[in-house]
């Protein structure tokens, strides 16, 4: 009689967690991360010198404190660079930085903001229940302390070259025979630029302080009106350098060599 062997059964356990682990969400995030520093140094490439110059000082000084580049401080001239392009933008944030100000219903009337072929100018005007300056005398008085004290704290933070000017009305100056109006123009502006620098602006900012006597009359039909009197203080155009705009650059290359093929 024959004997029959037992039937054995084998059950196999299979995993499939090697075929489904996290490796390839690990080499996945590195080929996006690659890509992602590429797209942005390719970026920079095409960008602008200044462009450049504000995320390499970031990186070297992210506090931004040395060189005022790249840096997390909030404001008006925070990585702001003023140009034609962004000039009523400046102008609009320098008037709402102004509405600050504890005096400023009494004050709103005399400032003043324009912009001009030279750059966007800041008029400080007196009137005959204002004024920003001791009668006859180069020394600002609280108003106008408080106010240039502000615009040096937002100024400062621009690249931007600064003048800053003096004028004074046609009434002759009766204090001295050796100071008149023109001295005490000069010295008004100059007076102005020793206190914005002393509270923000930086010593190299400032390209010029001028004065004009009477000799640019804001109202010229009325040479004593109080407007006359006044400071100015003038926040120039950056003036940009071909190489810091390669695009235009290429585009300009490209059509001379499409005018010599024509040619």
């Not at 004593?224 to 071909?242: D, E, H």
């Not at 235009?248 to 060599?257: D, F, I, V």
Request: proline share 5%.
């Amino acid at each position: 009689m024959a004997t029959t062997r037992p039937i054995i059964i084998v059950k196999k356990k299979v995993s499939h967690a090697g075929h489904h682990g996290g490796a390839w969400k690990v080499a996945y995030a590195d080929f996006v991360t690659a890509m992602m520093a590429l797209f942005i140094v390719l970026w920079l490439m095409n960008s602008s010198k200044q462009i450049r110059e504000a995320v390499g000082g970031y990186f070297k000084d992210p506090s931004g404190t040395s060189k005022m580049v790249g840096t997390d401080q909030q404001g008006s001239g925070d990585n702001f660079t003023l140009s034609k392009e962004n000039m009523a933008l400046l102008k609009e944030q320098l008037q709402k930085s102004i509405r600050h100000l504890s005096d400023f219903d009494k004050l709103k009337n005399q400032i003043e903001m324009t912009v001009t072929a030279e750059g966007l100018r800041i008029e400080l005007l007196e009137s005959a229940s204002g004024t920003f300056f001791e009668v006859g005398s180069p020394k600002p008085n609280q108003d106008c302390k408080e106010l240039l004290t502000l615009l040096a704290a937002e100024l400062g933070k621009l690249p931007n070259k600064l003048s800053i000017e003096g004028h004074t009305d046609s009434k002759p100056y009766a204090g001295s025979a050796n100071y008149g109006n023109w001295e005490l123009s000069a010295d008004r502006a100059n007076a102005a630029r020793r206190l914005m620098q002393q509270n923000g602006v930086r010593p190299d900012q400032v390209a010029q302080v001028r004065g004009y006597a009477d000799q640019r009359l804001r109202t010229p039909g009325d040479p004593l009106a109080p407007s006359n009197r006044r400071i100015s203080v003038i926040i120039q155009y950056v003036q940009i350098t071909p190489d810091e705009h390669p695009a235009a650059e290429e585009t300009s290359t490209k059509s001379t060599a499409n005018a010599g093929e024509r040619n």
